[in-house]
């Protein structure tokens, strides 16, 4: 052999290993993430952004990794990489699961639940108030520039947490259970109106049943054509503030992940760079 091709088997043994886990931690992201894991974009066109970020990823760390003695334990910790891309991208799209949850709400109690359409990018169906509020928040998401923060600070996680460092500590369960209280609170923020107002509709069309019982017809009409119109006039109403929660929980959210990650590494020393831009 010569010392080129012994120098280039040399650096793919401890290169290739390297890419399988940073492939396997991007691969984890592009299954929850918000806007890479939309049914929208072609498997093509993922699978290469998911093997280009891997590759650049891969070039940018300092060292490359020392791949375990056996295959088991290699694969058990290509697992533990995928999870900790999995969990990045669930955190990031908490915000879009609350915001659609809101809408969801919204348009069951406005009785929009008959008009059910399925949302590519989370693959499911749901109301039409639902995928309005959902369609608005990724909207603005990506107007701020949520979606480069989202992949700065996804870089940047290799030096929070370098790869085979991850530990699933009660840490990590204690910050996904407030991040879940975060979760309720934009639903309720969000759903709170509609509710109410439809509940003030619901309110006045009982009592003009009541005061004339003779007009049953008439009530039914009312209470079909009331509820979806109040709801949607709300809807619009809330757009600006619907705006200016997706701005502020963008930026929160990095804080979060950052946080996150900060709780399940497992190294000592220096404290890491911050996520975000």
Do not use: C
Not at 35 to 43: C, D, T
Not at 153 to 173: C, D, E, N, R
Not at 220 to 231: E, R
């Amino acid at each position: 052999m010569t010392p080129e091709m012994a120098i280039l088997v040399n650096w793919l043994t401890a290169a290739v290993p390297t890419f399988l886990m940073v492939f396997s931690r991007t691969m984890g992201l592009f299954l929850q993430a918000p806007v890479l894991s939309s049914r929208n974009v072609p498997n093509t066109i993922r699978m290469g952004m998911m093997i280009g970020i891997s590759i650049m990823i891969m070039y940018a760390l300092p060292t490359y990794i020392q791949p375990p003695p056996f295959l088991i334990l290699f694969v058990m910790m290509a697992l533990t990489e995928f999870m900790v891309g999995a969990l990045f991208g669930f955190a990031a799209n908490f915000m879009f699961l609350a915001i659609q949850s809101a809408g969801e709400l919204a348009g069951v109690q406005a009785g929009m639940s008959a008009a059910s359409v399925q949302n590519p990018f989370t693959r499911s169906n749901v109301n039409a108030f639902g995928t309005l509020y959902f369609n608005i928040g990724l909207l603005v998401f990506l107007i701020i520039g949520g979606h480069m923060w989202m992949l700065g600070g996804y870089v940047q996680s290799f030096k929070l947490v370098p790869i085979g460092t991850f530990h699933l500590t009660p840490a990590v369960a204690n910050h996904m259970i407030q991040m879940s209280s975060v979760f309720l609170s934009i639903t309720i923020q969000l759903a709170l109106p509609v509710l109410i107002v439809v509940f003030l509709a619901d309110l006045g069309v009982g009592y003009m049943s009541k005061v004339a019982q003779q007009a049953s017809s008439l009530t039914q009409d009312l209470i079909t054509i009331t509820k979806p119109v109040a709801g949607m006039i709300i809807l619009i109403m809330l757009i600006p503030n619907l705006m200016t929660v997706t701005y502020q929980h963008t930026e929160n959210m990095i804080k979060d992940l950052d946080r996150l990650l900060r709780a399940s590494n497992a190294t000592k020393g220096a404290p890491p760079p911050q996520l975000g831009p």
